[in-house]
């Protein structure tokens, strides 16, 4: 087979898999705390035929033969900017400025983590995500609490009957990583800690290069529809330029074949 032919293949693939990130970036262009991904590529190994540097019969140096064989996906990567913040009013809701994550537990015990601050009460009055999953530490809320505020700094505190001062419930923090991008996406909005990302580190909001809070909104996802449709052209475009070779290649043999007859 030709290797022009399988090369091209490669970058098929490739661009195929730069597609399926657009679009998922595109279908969660409305979900709360999402964050874009970005496609890797590296070229793939080289075929030498002429060692660059080598001396050729007259005391000349040569700059080499090197073949290329296509491209692959090394790897995708978490885009952790700030989504734009959206007003709701919603006393629950709580948006993350700057760095960090809400820490949640799941049903077997572990951590997660998560930048979507859609929080519920449930049966208990605990504090809960969108998934009912409890914060970590974990809040309760008494059933007679008039109102509840989270200051920018974590704490949660409500006011109740007969209780001019508020009373203070306990304080939300936040945890960052060295690397976010090394994070274990989930779904449902949902995080988790991998070798890559670095250990957590929790800290009270506002404390430490860590990001505070902001009661009464939410952060918005970080994908740009413009700037992805714009990607998505450019790879459909590259797409079709790597099929045009597979078919040139292709009819090259085919010449080929016919030429030999």
């Known amino acids: 087979m030709n290797p022009a032919m399988l090369i091209s293949k490669t970058g098929v693939q490739a661009q195929d898999a730069k597609l399926q990130a657009i679009a998922n970036n595109l279908a969660n262009v409305n979900t709360v705390g999402f964050k874009r ?14 060692q660059p540097g080598a001396q050729t019969a007259d005391n ?4 080499g033969v090197q073949l290329g064989n296509g491209v692959h996906v090394v790897g995708t990567q978490k ?24 820490q949640v537990r799941r049903p077997d015990g572990t951590a ?9 009460v449930d049966a208990n009055g605990v504090l809960v995500n969108s998934q009912g999953l409890p914060l970590v530490p974990q809040i309760t809320v008494p059933n007679n609490a008039l ?22 419930l306990g304080q939300l923090t936040l945890t960052t990583f060295v690397n976010p991008a090394g994070l274990q996406a989930m779904g449902e909005n949902l ?49 079709e330029m790597n099929t045009k070779v597979l078919s040139a290649a292709d009819n090259m043999l085919q010449y080929l074949s016919q030429a030999s007859r």
């Not at 590296?42 to 035929?49: A, H, S």
């Not at 000349?60 to 700059?63: G, I, Y």
């Not at 997660?112 to 519920?120: I, K």
């Not at 109102?147 to 203070?168: K, Q």
């Open 60 to 63: 000349t140096v040569t700059n």
């Open 191 to 239: 995080f988790q800690e991998t070798a890559a990302s670095g250990n957590p580190n929790e800290g009270q909001p506002g404390t430490a290069g860590i990001g505070t809070l902001k009661q009464g909104a939410l952060e918005g996802s970080n994908v740009q529809v413009v700037e992805e449709m714009v990607d998505m052209i450019a790879a459909q475009r590259t797409y």
């Open 37 to 50: 991904d970005r496609v890797v590529f590296e070229d793939l190994f080289y075929q030498i035929d002429k």
């Open 147 to 168: 109102s509840l505020t989270i200051g920018a700094n974590g704490m949660v505190s409500v006011t109740t009957p007969g209780n001019a001062a508020p009373t203070d």
């Open 112 to 120: 997660a983590y998560t930048r979507a601050g859609q929080l519920q």
């Open 79 to 102: 885009i952790f900017t700030d989504g734009s913040v959206q007003t709701t009013s919603q006393p629950l809701d709580v948006a993350i400025s700057g760095h960090g994550f809400l």
